[in-house]
């Protein structure tokens, strides 16, 4: 079972908000990825670490979505601005290795509502 | 475009019954990993299978490659309730990303 730690399991932001999420890697894994994953179930990968290290991101995390995994802290996903768009349901997923064949061990994830 | 997609939005079987979920990809992969994803809950890997690999079992669960048709299986026999979940499969295409299907949902009925 994944030990993966997010928090919190639920926000309500309204339009123009911040929204901050955290999420504890499983104890070792140095690789963190985050993904959004939409009422249709559909993924898009946003961003993933080395430690604290960005390995690649997607446009849109780069305008409006900030991210980080400094060392000793928990990760931190943030919307500077929220949109109707963003809701959905966003998960961490940590890895013990990087590469092809790595395994990705995801947390229950931060269901986000933006009213 | 990279894409991993099932080919059934959802399924119905009785329990004890198998089942067989099929999914097909673009270009060649690396590996093709299946996760499920239960109500509330993160996904969690069933299997990961290798490009050079053409079947794989974990359980009652047993998944299939075949890179020349670029598609995979998972079956799943002797069903059971709790096996109700969001099955998905998941293409590494070389890039330490992975790309989710949309899903298959499968309900097992009492």
């Known amino acids: 079972n994944s030990k993966v730690i997010q928090t919190p399991r639920y926000l309500v932001k309204g339009q123009g908000q911040k929204a901050k999420m955290r999420c504890i890697p499983e104890?070792?894994?140095?690789?963190v990825f985050w993904y959004q994953q939409n009422k249709n179930n559909e993924f898009k990968f946003l961003i993933n670490?080395?430690?604290?290290?960005?390995?690649?991101q997607i446009d849109m995390t780069e305008k409006r979505f900030s991210a980080e995994c400094p060392s000793n802290s928990p990760c931190s996903l943030e919307i500077q601005s929220s949109e109707a768009g963003d809701s959905a349901l966003y998960l961490c997923?940590?890895?013990?290795?990087?590469?092809?064949?790595?395994?990705?061990?995801f947390g229950p994830g931060t269901r986000l509502t933006v009213l | 475009s990279q894409l991993a997609e099932e080919n059934l939005w959802a399924l119905s079987v009785h329990e004890g019954e198998s089942v067989t979920v099929n999914c097909s990809y673009k270009?060649?992969?690396?590996?093709l990993q299946w996760y499920r994803q239960k109500s509330g809950e993160g996904p969690a890997q069933l299997i990961l299978?290798?490009?050079?690999?053409r079947e794989k079992r974990n359980g009652r669960l047993r998944a299939t490659l075949d890179t020349s048709s670029q598609s995979s299986s998972l079956s799943i026999t002797a069903t059971r309730c709790e096996d109700t979940a969001v099955y998905f499969c998941?293409?590494?295409?070389?890039?330490?990303?992975?790309?989710f299907g949309a899903g298959t949902k499968l309900t097992i009925k009492p």
């Open positions: 270009t060649s992969i690396t590996a």
């Open positions: 998941a293409a590494n295409y070389g890039n330490e990303k992975i790309t």
């Open positions: 299978i290798r490009s050079n690999e």
């Open positions: 104890k070792g894994h140095p690789v």
């Open positions: 997923a940590s890895s013990p290795s990087g590469g092809n064949y790595a395994e990705q061990f």
């Open positions: 670490f080395q430690n604290q290290e960005v390995l690649q």
